[in-house]
């Protein structure tokens, strides 16, 4: 294997950045980044200002968990064609361009429901479309980046799409505050049709996405030509993963009651409301889970799905990884990749209500947080995309997990500060190019750990595994806060960050990073 050879000169870097496929992945950064903050933070203000709980608004950001499990259904994404947009577009192009419109009638599903008098639980499912529809995106845009180019230039293909993630934030972000603000809705007066047109408008901007796929050419990688067995095969495993599915959900639905039930007798016993919860919603979790692997079993012992097929999608990748590195340095990888995230997005679920419990306006919050903040990390982002080139990947992997820590610090001081627009400044500067910064190497490192015969199953384990931990524990970051306080919470999530510096230390000393581009 080729290892990575980083540039001769900071002009040749320089020029990379205007290659087709890197200024490609910028506008594909900008589709990926609007629907995120359309779940969490954004949305997390809608539901404050019509009067939703705490509690209850961090428990949203649950709805992007299909982030966390994309590997599910990454090989019907990597294998499964579209009729008439495979043969029109191609494969990746196909599943961009269904993944984009699905994240469109979500946002426009959403904007149809009013927190304030309909039914959570209707909003609920809409972000939960949106999370998946989005979540697929994400899949079929790493296989396009990894495919579309080769290693050299996967730093700075990653430093552009950060770039576009954070203008896609942006939009998302601040351009949706302004435009509420704007509207007509504030804290002390809400107003559900400002909101309504500010997600409508959102739909409109997804059609950057649109616009990139329809204008792109497919990857240059050779495909192999499915039979009509095969085909069959396909559609049968597109069945059986929408049966799993149902039986997932059917399995929350109607656990529901009992779950408020025994979450109600639990606290009793143990005389802590939010651990009691978390168990409960643990055993839920559980259960549906075990709900659609005994699915899964019965429909392949049944002879609708072929054993092998199931092998081949989901067990031979993760034996490729496994072979590749060997067992000790592959769990030490997948440690690595599951933690490096923790301290960052357990803090980010809650600090959109942290700003606002502290004073700040939504305006304030807009102009600083959202829009200061994310060119900041642009600034990081690109930063870090030029130093994993000079000095490698693993370096940066190391400072940007240390920077990502020790900022959480500077939480714990805005805090105890207060309303106070200088230091606001000075956190959101350092926090966001530290953020930046580690994203870029981040994605670089999991983009050399992915054998490109498994190019979306691969990258979609690594990238469901970075977000999976990290989202769970910030689904309870607001029951946290109620219990610890804010500054407690930043110290915690601070600390999370250490292991992640041990972990980095250990790898480097194992592991030699490779180009991606490496077949069977």
Known sequence: MTQLVPHKSWGNTLKSFVHPRVVTMFFYGISAGIPLLLIFSSLSLWLREAGIEREAVTYFSWAALGYSFKFVWAPLVDKLPLPMLTRLLGR?????????????????????????????????WAAVMLGFSSATQDVVIDAYRIES??????????????????????????????????????????NYLAWQMTYLSMVGVMLVGVITTLIIPEPDTQYTQHTETEKRQQIGFLA?????????????????????TSKSSLSVVLGNSNFAAFIVELVRLTTALFIAGIITKTMILSGLIEQDLVRNTYIEPVRDFFQR???????????????????????????????????????????????FGLFMTIVGGFLGGLLAVRFGVMRILFLGALLSALTNLLFMVLAATGHDMVMLYVVISADNISAGLASAAFIAFLSSLTNISFTAVQYAIFSSLMTLLPKVLGGYSGSIVDTLGYQSFFLVTALMGLPVLILIMWANKHFKLNKVVMRK
Not at 166 to 190: C, P, Q
């Open 240 to 260: 059986l993963f929408i049966i799993a599915v149902v039986g997932f959900v059917a399995s929350f639905y109607y656990s529901a009651d009992i779950a408020l």
């Open 325 to 371: 590195y060997g067992v000790a340095l592959a769990w030490l990888l997948l440690a690595l990749i599951g933690l490096y995230r923790i301290s960052d997005i357990v803090l980010g679920v809650i600090s959109n209500v942290f700003y606002q419990d502290l004073g700040f306006t939504k305006i304030e919050i807009a102009s600083v947080v959202k829009t």
């Open 149 to 190: 180019a080769e290693g050299d230039l996967q730093a700075l293909m990653s430093s552009s799409y950060i770039a576009g993630y954070r203008v896609g934030m942006i939009i998302a972000g601040a351009g949706a505050l302004f435009l509420a603000s704007y509207w007509g809705s504030t804290s002390n007066h809400y």
């Open 92 to 124: 990746r192009r196909a599943w961009l361009l269904l993944s984009q419109l699905s994240i469109m009638l979500a946002i426009g599903v959403m904007a149809f429901i009013n927190p304030a008098t309909d039914a959570l639980t209707v909003m609920a």
